[in-house]
Nanobody, 118 residues
């Protein structure tokens, strides 16, 4: 029943900016961790950035200083603000949520395509 829906992907020129959103149909405050992953064709799905319920953040070295992950619990939405985009940032970006109950539950969005042209 949990759904994560990404939006905001598109085509942007190198050096440009783009903001992604992930809307949840449950309270984002109930997630112990939320994150953005990305996957380019022929590549594994890699962590881009994560944020915990206590607002601790982790960024991949490749995006550190350029991307910012944030969460608005009043809107049940996760965000990824991307600046100084590079062609290597081209990928499908996925929203991720993890909740600890009796066991660990993980959820994935369907992904949104980000294409950065040179």
């Amino acid at each position: 029943q949990v759904q994560l829906v990404e939006s905001g992907g598109g085509l942007v020129q190198a050096g440009g900016s783009l903001s992604l959103s992930c809307k949840a149909n449950v309270r984002t405050v109930d997630f112990d961790e939320m994150a953005w992953y990305r996957q380019a064709p022929g590549q594994p799905r890699d962590l881009v950035a994560s944020i915990t319920s206590s607002d601790s953040t982790i960024y991949a070295d490749s995006v550190k200083g350029r991307f910012t992950i944030s969460r608005d619990n009043s809107k049940n939405t996760l965000y990824l603000q991307m600046t100084s985009l590079k062609p290597d940032d081209t990928a499908v970006y996925y929203c991720y949520g993890m909740a600890k109950q009796l066991t660990v539950w993980t959820y994935w969005g369907q992904g949104t395509q980000v294409t950065v042209s040179s």
